[in-house]
């Protein structure tokens, strides 16, 4: 069966630091990958979207970036964090075929001081 | 602009009776609908899906209906039992798009 790993799960980083936030899917093959957020008191928020290693779509513009090394492997990253990053982001899977729902992983909670 | 709500934060019921969640929409374009339930401190889980040449999938004791003139999305849960206690999340999206759109969820209670 199918898994999807995020982690950490947790973390806390000041103003200005780097990030790199890692999701790896074990299972299948060639999935579509996605980064979502969720800031306090919003919904999910897509942030980017890969078909393809090395083939990133982002969705809104920000201080974030994701990258995609290999097939099952998608790391979001920012150069510097700013205090409107701090939130929950959901990494999620989808098989390529039309109308397949989205798996999830269990997120990591992200706190900028 | 909020393309899917969920108008009831929260929802308690008894243990063996029927929930019913409910989920409404804006967006004509949107073919395809997704029940989603999330734990504390876990992402959501997927529960079940409808595309829009439907208006009814079941899977267990998990039923979607689909109303697709009054854009209406309902879950149904029966029996309900106290590990079904979470927050249900719907989401939908249109066509070839990526982006799932999600309510703001509702919390269910099944008391014991």
């Known amino acids: 069966s199918q898994t999807i790993h995020q982690w950490p799960a947790t973390l806390v980083q000041p103003v200005g630091s780097p990030l790199s936030l890692e999701c790896t899917v074990e299972g299948t093959s060639n999935p579509n990958l996605y980064w979502y957020r969720q800031a306090a008191g919003r919904g999910l928020q897509l942030l980017f979207y890969?078909?393809?290693?090395?083939?990133i779509s982002s969705e809104v513009p920000q201080n974030l970036s994701a990258s995609r090394p290999q097939d099952r492997q998608f790391i979001l990253s920012s150069k510097k964090l700013l205090l409107s990053d701090s939130g929950f982001y959901l990494c999620?899977?989808?098989?390529?075929?039309?109308?397949?729902?989205?798996?999830f992983g269990d997120g990591t909670r992200l706190s900028i001081l | 602009d909020q393309q899917v709500k969920q108008n009831s934060p929260s929802l308690s019921v008894q243990e063996g009776r029927i929930s019913i969640l409910n989920c409404d929409y804006t967006n004509s374009m949107f073919d395809y609908f997704l029940w989603y339930k999330k734990y504390p401190a876990e992402g959501p889980t997927f529960l079940i899906s409808i595309s829009s040449i439907k208006d009814k999938n079941e899977d267990g004791r998990f039923t979607v209906f689909l109303n697709k003139s009054a854009k209406h999305l309902s879950l149904h849960i029966v029996p309900s039992q106290p590990g079904d206690s979470a927050v249900y999340f719907c989401?939908?999206?249109?066509?070839?798009?990526?982006?799932?759109?999600f309510g703001s969820g509702t919390q269910l209670t099944v008391l014991p």
């Open positions: 890969s078909v393809g290693i090395g083939q």
């Open positions: 999620a899977w989808s098989p390529k075929f039309r109308n397949q729902p989205q798996h």
């Open positions: 989401a939908a999206r249109s066509g070839s798009a990526r982006q799932l759109t």
